[in-house]
């Protein structure tokens, strides 16, 4: 079996063996979109209205508590280092830890997201246009979150710099995710959000792993 | 043409008294075109019919805004050099320009804000220029945050610098995106696109302004690096 | 086979060695030696390509490591202070997935007798959670045992530390087979001990 594929499948191992991680983060996701009704207003048009923005942030958080997993327990263990000789590149091997780690914490999400439209009083279509958004977002997010995850992994104060530096880059994201749905709200076409959410996948698929794997090498040195 | 040897340079103990010699100059011609500076804008450039004595505040924010996002681009290349050729002077020098990017960053927003208070009768609005500034703000606090959390210097300089280049990739993706999202929330907000007509005493205040800061940075950052190279090598600093 | 060109180390502003040079032919044995701190796991990090020396170069088959990256690693089998297996998997599983690193494909039938060899083979089926320190130590080191013919480099740091005769004794002769195969080991131990192939030993110094 290829490397890529042995450490896909043993990633979604271990987060199997440990599911409570994994189910955790799908709950955080959940439990912060629900306060919004609480502490703003429970009205039908307000809740509509500020539904995607919502969700987008709550899944922006909710990768980011997620990415600790990608690369810390390796590095405690020394898998990570031996992972860094493996005899394929290692953005290679990067590629396939995030996508492991996007089907355990991204697509849950967007699996779970019409029901949380629904939550949000959104209608079928308008649900069927945020969940595809996220599902194109949601790599773009995993795939710039490794680079911060790589660059503090093994760091003290880790988990709350991986935030101060991952979240400014999920801006571009947020905006064209979100307006998504806007967008659709507006009577407007959804074809150029999505074409931009496409390329941000395609430029992110491309770039991230190189600066991934690059920041592993450092931090490990 | 003399083939000089700018890779001599490169090396901290060479750089070290370089340094030494140039700061004053810098700081002595950044002091003077402040002067001269401010004088053109608060007595010789004309007060604005629209925004009457307020505006003159842009003698400060344009260039600060400039600054800052010069001294990114600045910092990304001193980080790549330092990443392709492993000069241990490129981090320290990208490192040393971070501090006075994200004050210029910080100045051009609050400028900003006390700018827009007389104007547009608030303190911040999302506009995409503001905005943009604001994420760079972020970026920089990033970058700050990052190496400082890093004991050991190598791994700073070389992980600050990754992330520099991330930056410096995405900040024309961020921009572009804060603009359009800007634009189709044109009617909740105020747009600063509508600038009046300068006058050339307005510009030549203006870039009297940015060359000061330019000079300013060059001092800062120089200053900064004398005292990193001071702290890492003590070596090299002790035999000059 | 293996050579280093002086190989110089600053760790945190600390000069750890510099000027160190060395060629190791095939079937030798490099047995680095040094007090605590002296630099050896950073020495041994270096030839792995894991730590970028602050000046110097290594070489394997006389290019520069830093060339050859994939294709070294290929080669190389490092095991260093940490265990290097995961809690979660058990120690077969452990080792099929170090194999796939290393771009070799091995049944668990081959994990398994690797893991008999020194003495792990009723363990094989446990989580590496449930083993003692000095058992993961075994099952990190049972990656010696693997049908494994593209090794031709094992870099190993103090791989018979925590280890009782029989293991000991195990390891040492994996590694006198590999050198007797034409591979170069390089390692440290604090431990005597004694191999039959050539032994090349450098100290650094403090």
């Known amino acids: 079996m290829s490397i890529w594929a042995s450490i896909v499948q043993r990633d979604l191992r271990i987060a199997w063996r440990r599911r409570s991680d994994a189910l955790s983060s799908l709950f955080f996701f959940v439990i912060v979109v629900s306060l919004f009704p609480l502490g703003v207003a429970p009205e039908p048009s307000t809740l509509r209205l500020m539904a995607s923005g919502?969700?987008?942030v709550a899944a922006l958080l909710a990768t980011l508590l997620s990415l600790g997993r990608l690369f810390a327990a390796d590095h405690l263990d020394g898998t990570l280092e031996q992972m860094l000789l493996a005899a394929e590149p290692l953005w290679l091997v990067v590629t396939s830890k995030v996508f492991a780690h996007w089907l355990t914490s991204g697509l849950p999400l967007v699996l779970l997201s019409p029901l949380m439209g629904l939550q949000f009083g959104l209608e079928g279509d308008e649900i069927a246009v945020l969940s595809g958004a996220l599902l194109l977002g949601t790599p773009v997010l995993s795939l710039i979150g490794s680079i911060g995850a790589a660059l503090t992994v093994g760091l003290r104060a880790g988990s709350v710099l991986l935030a101060l530096l991952v979240l400014p880059?999920?801006?571009?994201?947020?905006?064209?995710?979100?307006?998504a749905s806007g967008a659709f709200a507006s009577g407007l076409t959804v074809t150029p959000h999505f074409s931009i959410?496409?390329?941000?996948?395609?430029?992110?698929?491309?770039?991230?792993p190189l600066a991934t794997a690059l920041a592993l090498r450092i931090s490990l040195e | 043409m003399a083939a000089i040897n700018w890779f001599k340079f490169s090396s901290p103990h060479s750089f070290y008294p370089l340094a030494g010699r140039m700061m004053p100059w810098f700081l002595a011609a950044s002091l003077l075109l402040s002067i001269v500076g401010l004088y053109v804008a608060f007595f010789v450039a004309p007060t604005d019919f629209q925004q009457g004595e307020s505006?003159?505040?842009?003698?400060?924010?344009?260039?600060?805004?400039?600054?800052?996002?010069?001294?990114?681009?600045?910092?990304?290349?001193?980080?790549?050099a330092g990443l392709v050729f492993n000069t241990r002077l490129s981090g320290m020098m990208a490192r040393a320009l971070a501090p006075t990017g994200a004050m210029f960053t910080f100045l051009a927003l609050w400028t900003g804000a006390l700018w827009g208070k007389p104007t547009w009768g608030t303190w911040w609005v999302w506009d995409a220029r503001l905005t943009s500034e604001l994420i760079l703000l972020f970026l920089y606090i990033g970058f700050l945050s990052l190496t400082a959390a890093i004991e050991d210097e190598r791994r700073a300089d070389r992980a600050g610098a990754v992330l520099a280049?991330?930056?410096v990739v995405n900040i024309p993706i961020i921009y572009f995106s804060v603009v359009w999202w800007n634009t189709l929330h044109q009617g909740a907000s105020v747009s600063l696109k509508s600038a009046p007509k300068m006058a050339t005493t307005m510009l030549i205040g203006m870039l009297l302004m940015a060359l000061a800061f330019w000079m300013y940075s060059i001092a800062a950052a120089l200053l900064r690096v004398r005292s990193i190279i001071r702290e890492r090598e003590p070596r090299a600093a002790a035999e000059v | 086979m293996l050579a280093a060109q002086s190989l110089q180390c600053v760790r945190g502003g600390r000069h750890l060695f510099e000027n160190l040079s060395f060629a190791v032919p095939g079937g030798t044995l490099l047995r680095i030696t040094g007090a605590n701190g002296a630099g050896k796991t950073s020495l041994l990090r270096i030839l792995c390509g894991l730590l970028l020396p602050s000046g110097g170069e290594v070489l394997w088959r006389d290019a520069p490591i830093r060339q050859q990256r994939e294709d070294y690693w290929r080669e190389l089998r490092y095991i260093g202070h940490l265990a290097g297996v995961k809690d979660e998997f058990t120690a077969e599983e452990n080792l099929v997935f170090a194999a796939a690193l290393s771009g070799i494909d091995i049944k668990s039938a081959a994990a398994h007798a690797a893991l008999?060899?020194?003495?792990?083979?009723?363990?094989?089926?446990?989580?590496?959670?449930?083993?003692?320190?000095?058992?993961r130590r075994r099952v990190a080191l049972a990656r010696l045992a693997l049908p494994d013919s593209n090794?031709?480099?094992?870099v190993l740091d103090e791989p018979l530390a925590a280890l009782d005769t029989d293991a000991t004794d195990c390891v040492l002769s994996l590694i006198d087979a590999r050198l007797a195969a034409g591979a170069v080991v390089v390692m440290?131990?604090?431990?005597?001990?004694?191999?039959?192939a050539a032994l090349h030993s450098i100290s650094i110094p403090v």
């Open chain 1, 54 to 56: 919502v969700l987008w």
């Open chain 1, 197 to 208: 959410l496409g390329a941000l996948l395609l430029a992110s698929m491309a770039l991230a």
């Open chain 3, 151 to 154: 090794a031709a480099l094992w």
């Open chain 2, 55 to 80: 505006y003159r505040i842009i003698f400060i924010h344009v260039p600060a805004a400039w600054m800052s996002m010069f001294i990114y681009l600045v910092m990304a290349g001193w980080a790549g």
């Open chain 1, 169 to 179: 880059l999920y801006i571009p994201v947020l905006v064209f995710g979100a307006a």
């Open chain 2, 165 to 167: 280049l991330v930056g």
């Open chain 3, 116 to 135: 008999d060899q020194l003495g792990m083979g009723k363990f094989a089926h446990l989580p590496v959670r449930m083993l003692s320190q000095g058992q």
């Open chain 3, 188 to 196: 440290t131990s604090h431990q005597p001990f004694s191999v039959a």
